[in-house]
């Protein structure tokens, strides 16, 4: 079974910038998670879908933060204008319907210069 | 609340030994506490997890010990190996409402000298 997937891998953007990332949960994961991880920190959840809603976005800073799960199975995570303080690992994590674990993808290292 | 406590930041010890690393919360409504391995360049991997109505949890050299009225969870790792040098995060679960949210700890370097 295929892990969840992302893209790309790195990214190096000046502030100001836009700048998106893209994820492919594992197959038949209806529950999308994005997550920022600063260096030397745990992961901080930033949105959750199910299927194609948000069911919790409560810490996604939405005045640059923007995410959208169009079809319930892939989902991009933009963010524009970028700030200095984004600096991060953008993770992707997956859930099954009456599971509780969650599975991560590689992650995006972000770098605003 | 919804803090997750970890200690302590940075582990070190000698290949063949115990590495233990602990975790407090607060709030009670959590209802499932997994622990995560990370390497450097790598997601999150889900090691071992544990529910509240059980005590300890044992999955070859890795080991949850929970204490419920303590609000207290740890994570033994027997015969520690140089390749388990890397960061370990626990984690807390809650629902709420229709989502299921994690809350991460600020994590434990490991490092098992050879």
């Known amino acids: 079974e295929a892990g969840v997937a992302q893209s790309p891998r790195y990214k190096i953007i000046e502030k100001r910038q836009s700048v998106a990332f893209w994820c492919n949960p594992i197959?038949?994961?209806?529950?999308l998670y994005w997550y920022q991880q600063i260096l030397g920190q745990g992961p901080k959840l930033l949105i959750q879908?199910?299927?194609?809603?948000?069911?919790?976005d409560s810490q996604l800073p939405k005045d640059r933060f923007s995410a959208e799960r169009l079809k319930g199975v892939d989902s991009t995570l933009k963010i524009q204008p970028a700030k200095l303080e984004d600096s991060a690992v953008y993770l992707c994590a997956s859930r099954t319907m009456g599971r509780y674990e969650q599975y991560f993808g590689p992650g995006t290292r972000l770098t605003v210069t | 609340q919804q803090q997750v406590k970890q200690s302590p930041q940075s582990l070190i010890v000698q290949k063949g030994g115990i590495s233990i690393i602990n975790c407090a919360y607060e709030n009670t409504a959590f209802d499932y506490f997994p622990w995560y391995q990370q390497f450097p360049g790598k997601g999150p991997a889900l090691l071992i997890a544990?529910?509240?109505?059980?005590s300890e949890k044992k999955e070859g050299r890795f080991t949850i010990s929970f204490n419920k009225s303590a609000k207290q969870f740890s994570l033994h790792i027997m015969d520690s190996q140089p390749g388990d040098s890397a960061t370990y995060f626990c984690a807390a679960s809650i629902r709420s409402g229709s989502a299921r949210q994690l809350t991460f700890g600020s994590g434990t370097q490991l490092t098992v000298l050879p």
């Open positions: 197959s038949g994961h209806a529950t």
């Open positions: 544990i529910r509240p109505d059980v």
């Open positions: 879908f199910q299927n194609n809603g948000v069911v919790d």
